[in-house]
């Protein structure tokens, strides 16, 4: 989006009253996201998941005869002295794990040049991922914001609540237009005390969050997915043309036949993320991209891929 700009935070609490009754289309979305998420988590992500996502540690479960092969190091030898067999220590993995998704809604993420929108791209990649975690008995929560903290959700688990997460991305109404990465990021750290995997979605295109960002990462493992569509990061050759910011209503018309205006466009986005990746590689935060318009499983396999190697 041309021309964006920071809004500063604004004092009131994420809203917590009823929505308005919920269209029947808007039903059938949530419902074909729902089903093309759950195949994608059957056939694809479902044991890529759980390969990195591995929950907080690892519980005592039993102590089991050693046999030839056994690590020696997974010897109890407190045992042994006790009983003068030498006995394994076995252990199961603790799933207790917490997912969180911050899901920017600001009017951009509504507008676009496509017929599909950023926020639907965003509903459906948190429909695979929130199914993933629940099929591993995590426990997903939702962070709706726009310039401020719109809507939150706590951590629960089963498919009614992934139902829900996915209708409030889709049919979510803020109360402002605008993009603050910060507030977010500052209201979460105050309310999810607890240790979680965050998805920081968003496009990415605001500025001025690292404080809270840097002191997000310090609590939470965080992930940020980067939803975009073409026009965010290119001008198409239109000739002249006017651009509206869907958040500021600012207009500006644009001669998108200048070849230096499209390069400087271009490059004025290139540079923010170059600086954005730089943050990230610091904090150690992982990045999806997705775009509008283009297969996203690609970019979540090669996310769940490289994870799993670095485990």
């Not at 962070?143 to 706590?154: T, V």
């Not at 997915?225 to 644009?254: H, K, N, Q, W, Y």
Request: glycine letters at 6%; aromatic letters at 6%.
């Amino acid at each position: 989006m041309f021309g964006r700009r920071r809004r500063p935070p604004e004092s009131a609490q994420p809203v917590s009253q009823r929505a308005p009754a919920i269209p029947p289309e808007l039903l059938d979305r949530v419902r074909a996201i729902e089903i093309r998420a759950r195949r994608l988590v059957n056939d694809l992500f479902l044991g890529e998941y759980h390969a990195v996502f591995r929950g907080r540690g690892i519980e005592f479960d039993e102590l089991r005869p050693y046999v030839p092969g056994d690590d020696v190091r997974s010897i109890d030898w407190k045992a042994l002295a006790r009983t003068g067999e030498p006995l394994i220590r076995r252990y199961r993995e603790d799933r207790d794990l917490t997912v969180v998704f911050a899901a920017d809604v600001s009017a951009s993420h509504g507008a676009g040049a496509l017929p599909r929108t950023k926020a639907d791209l965003a509903a459906e990649v948190c429909a695979v991922l929130a199914l993933a975690a629940i099929r591993n008995k995590d426990r997903v929560g939702l962070l709706l914001f726009a310039s401020r903290p719109e809507r939150y959700l706590r951590p629960a688990g089963g498919r009614t609540h992934v139902l829900r997460v996915i209708r409030e991305v889709l049919w979510a109404r803020p109360q402002t237009r605008g993009t603050d990465v910060g507030a977010a990021l500052e209201y979460l750290t105050g309310v999810q005390r607890r240790r979680a995997t965050v998805f920081l979605v968003s496009d990415f295109l605001a500025a001025d969050y690292r404080r809270q960002l840097r002191a997000a990462a310090r609590r939470h493992d965080i992930i940020a997915v980067c939803v975009r569509e073409p026009l965010d990061e290119a001008l198409p050759d239109a000739g002249l043309v006017s651009l509206r910011d869907a958040e500021t209503g600012e207009t500006m018309e644009i001669d998108t036949s200048s070849a230096a205006v499209r390069a400087a466009y271009a490059e004025n986005v290139a540079v923010a993320d170059a600086e954005r990746h730089r943050l990230f590689g610091e904090l150690g935060i992982d990045e999806i991209r997705v775009m509008v318009g283009s297969d996203y499983v690609p970019a979540l396999l090669q996310f769940f891929r490289k994870r799993a190697v670095a485990a």
